[in-house]
Structures are given as structure tokens and as C-alpha cells.
């Protein structure tokens, strides 16, 4: 009997304790809890462009066509160690173009210096290959003969150089501003010509070295790409396709602060609030985020603080030529009423920066959370097109309120932010 009863209680504590556990397991709202660790994931899918900037140019009048004693101008942003190149018909031949070397007109002497003033020796002449050159002059007929095969891509010599044909004037507006204004001085020459209306490009630029040092044309190659409508009848449209597909951003992510918290405010940052000076400057100037991480693990109710950096590279590059993107993961600790934060530095940029907008998001959130995130600029330098900035030479301070930028900016439109990062709690 003392057996039986022993078997008894001996159940009933059984089920008293899975009771128990099921309790445990249950939160105060009697839905099933979220484990409380989790694997954030951030990855950079921006798909790396070669060119920053292209646009076209043409007279102002009502033709696009640049006569003899007529101009054409365009302003663009370039830093350091890129170039201007650009393209337009020799209009009184049958496929000669104006152009610049590659990789283009040189903007910034050696010493960091903005290049301005008449910079026409850097132009040159150039035989598309396609046509059979007849003599130059109005009496040409287009579009000629074609050259069968095609030659290559070469520079052309005439009795008057291209430099005194084109006339380029090189200004400086400020920042990392140009303008580049284009006169047909070949009135009264021997190879006086119209000019057509043309292209103008800039090439991104990584370290030192230019993504695309022949945006346009390459020299010893055959006509591609939509050039050749360009060279033989002054048409910018197929070339403009071909570099709309190749321009846009190729930017890097920095190490990226991920903060879990509690509270009703994100201890990163808060729009319309001007820099605290805790290390957000130095996370979207410099791309350093160790001094908020240090900041942050001293503020009450931040629970766990990471810098997540890609290995090898330590910042997250884009994807370049169908590799994939620079990507970090770590594991935290988040439940129900935490919250998650994360901040990383837009690096072509002077101070901008992609958060998490807000207060982040709960913890037991998981899946993909890259809707949530936003483009800010924090307020610290004078903003300067993406892409086009000068590292070594930081812009101008200023003290703005961190603001979230809108799509388009003032300078360019910018892919959605799920197109540019992916960030995922699982």
C-alpha cells in the first residue's frame, strides 16, 4: 500500500512540474516565448557601378549642335584622383570624335590643389574605325562607306590640333563642384566643323585606383557600346543607355555597432538632436564605431554592445562582378521588450550613415528587418556628392541636427535601402 501511494505522488509531482515547465514557457501575454539568442546578420548587396556620374551636353539654343563661336557647359563632382571625360562628333567628318586621353581631363594638381582655367591641350581627335575617312569638310557625305573589317579605336591628326579646334575651360565652384564649359573655337581654320551635342562621364574611384579608366572609349579597341551612333551622326541616346547601366554607387559599409537595449529612446543617435559627442561623429565620418561601442557599454540599460568587421577587409564591400558583398553575422541575447540597434557608416560619404530608424526593433523580432533601416547624414561636415569626395581632406564642419535623408538627395537618387543592405535576425 505504502508502494502504491508512493507511485502516486510521485506522478502527481510529475505533472505538477510539466505544468510548471509549461508555464515557464509561456509569457505574460500566454503566447509561446522567443529563444532568447539570436544571429543578426548584416550584408552589403549594393551592386557595385563603375561610373559615379555621366550626363550629356549640347548647345543651349535651339539646336544641340555646337557651331564655330558657340558654347556647351556641364557641372559634375569629382575628388581626388578622378577625371572628366567626355565625347562629341566631329561633325565635318564621317566618324572622328573629340575627346580626352584616358582616363580623362585631370581635375587636382599634385598638391591636392583644384586644376581651373584652359585646360584644351589635354583634347584630342579621334577615328572611330567604322567609316572610311574622307577628307574633312562640309562637303562630306554621311555616313559613308563603311570600313570593312573595322579598325580599331586611334587618335587622328589634322592640319589644326583638337586643342585649338575645342576650347575647354575648367572652373572650380567649390567642394568637390566643376564646371566644365566647351566652345568650338574652329571658326575661320582650315578645319573649321560643327561640333555635336556629347557625353560626359566620371569614374568612381577605390584607394587610388579609378574603377573605369576608359568610361567612354578605348583606344586600340573597336567602336563599342553606342559610340559609334555618337561618331558618325552626333546621336547621344544608345551611349547614354549603355552608361546609365553603369553608373550609380559602389560603396562600402563600415564596421558595423549593433546595440541591444532597453528604453523607449535609441542610444545611438535621435533625428533632430545635434551630434552628442559620444562617437557617432567619428562612426559616420571616419567609419570608426569603436568609440560609440566604448561609450555605449557604460550607459545604463545598454545590455550588449558589438563592432561587427568583415574579415580580411574589416569594412563590407559591395558587390563587384557578380561576387558577393561583404557580409558579418554575431550572436545576442534579445527577448520580448529588448530592443535592437544597429549603425554603420555610408563610406562615399563625408558623414553619412544607415540605422536603424527610431527605436530599432523588439527583440523577439526575427527574419529580415532591411525595411526598417534609413539613410542619414549626422550633421558634422558639408554634405558632398557620394562618390565624390576627398577622404584626406575633410569638408567643411558644421553643426546640423541629424536628419534622415531624403531619396532623392541633393545630389543623386540613390537605390531603396533593401537594394543597398540586408539586415536579418534569426
Not at 557651331?67 to 569629382?78: H, M
Not at 581626388?80 to 580626352?100: E, H, R, T, V, W
Not at 541575447?333 to 535592437?340: F, N, W
Request: aromatic content about 6%; glycine content about 10%.
Amino acid at each position: 500500500m505504502q508502494f502504491v501511494k508512493f507511485r502516486l505522488s510521485l506522478g502527481l509531482l510529475s505533472l505538477i512540474s510539466l505544468l510548471a515547465v509549461s508555464s515557464c514557457d509561456k509569457d505574460n501575454d500566454g503566447e509561446m516565448a522567443v529563444n532568447d539568442t539570436a544571429t543578426i546578420t548584416v550584408e552589403n548587396v549594393i551592386e557595385g557601378k563603375a561610373l559615379t556620374q555621366f550626363g550629356t551636353f549640347q548647345n543651349a539654343g535651339s539646336s544641340p549642335v555646337i557651331n564655330p563661336g558657340e558654347s556647351a557647359s556641364f557641372t559634375f563632382y569629382a575628388g581626388k584622383g578622378q577625371a572628366i571625360s567626355f565625347a562629341a562628333m566631329y561633325g565635318n567628318s564621317n566618324d572622328l570624335f573629340f575627346a580626352p586621353a584616358n582616363p580623362g581631363i585631370k581635375l587636382y594638381q599634385d598638391n591636392g590643389d583644384p586644376v581651373t582655367g584652359n585646360v584644351s591641350s589635354q583634347i584630342r581627335l579621334w577615328d572611330n574605325g567604322t567609316r572610311v575617312n574622307q577628307a574633312t569638310g562640309p562637303a562630306v557625305t554621311h555616313p559613308g562607306s563603311a570600313e570593312s573589317p573595322q579598325n580599331n579605336i586611334a587618335e587622328i591628326t589634322l592640319a589644326v590640333p583638337a586643342s585649338q579646334l575645342l576650347k575647354a575651360e575648367l572652373t572650380h565652384e567649390g567642394g568637390t563642384r566643376f564646371t566644365l564649359k566647351l566652345t568650338n573655337t574652329s571658326g575661320g581654320t582650315a578645319n573649321e566643323t560643327p561640333i555635336s551635342a556629347g557625353v560626359w562621364a566620371v569614374s568612381h574611384i577605390s584607394g587610388t585606383t579609378l574603377v573605369r579608366e576608359d568610361p567612354i572609349f578605348s583606344p586600340g579597341k573597336l567602336s563599342a557600346n553606342g559610340l559609334t551612333d555618337l561618331a558618325e551622326t552626333g546621336k547621344t541616346t544608345p551611349l547614354e543607355q549603355y552608361l546609365t547601366g553603369i553608373t550609380g554607387p559602389n560603396s562600402a559599409f563600415s564596421p558595423v555597432l549593433v546595440v541591444v537595449y532597453n528604453g523607449n529612446d535609441n542610444p545611438i543617435f535621435k533625428t533632430g538632436e545635434n551630434d552628442r559627442g559620444q562617437g557617432l561623429k567619428e562612426l559616420s565620418q571616419q567609419g570608426n564605431a569603436d568609440v560609440l561601442a566604448a561609450f555605449l557599454k557604460t550607459k545604463p540599460g545598454v545590455k550588449e554592445v558589438f563592432v561587427l568587421k568583415a574579415p580580411a577587409t574589416t569594412v563590407l564591400q559591395p558587390r563587384i562582378n557578380g561576387n558577393d558583398g561583404g557580409k558579418v553575422s554575431h550572436t545576442i541575447s534579445a527577448r520580448k521588450g529588448d530592443r535592437i540597434a544597429l549603425a554603420m557608416m555610408y563610406a562615399q560619404s563625408n558623414d553619412w550613415f544607415i540605422a536603424a530608424v527610431n527605436n530599432g526593433v523588439d527583440g523577439s523580432t526575427r527574419g529580415d528587418i532591411s525595411s526598417i533601416m534609413g539613410l542619414f547624414d549626422s550633421g558634422t561636415l558639408e554634405s558632398s556628392f557620394p562618390g565624390a569626395h576627398i577622404v584626406s581632406e575633410p569638408a567643411q564642419a558644421e553643426s546640423q541636427p541629424v536628419q534622415q535623408l531624403a531619396n532623392p538627395n541633393q545630389f543623386n537618387t540613390l537605390p531603396s535601402l533593401p537594394q543597398m543592405i540586408k539586415v536579418t535576425i534569426q
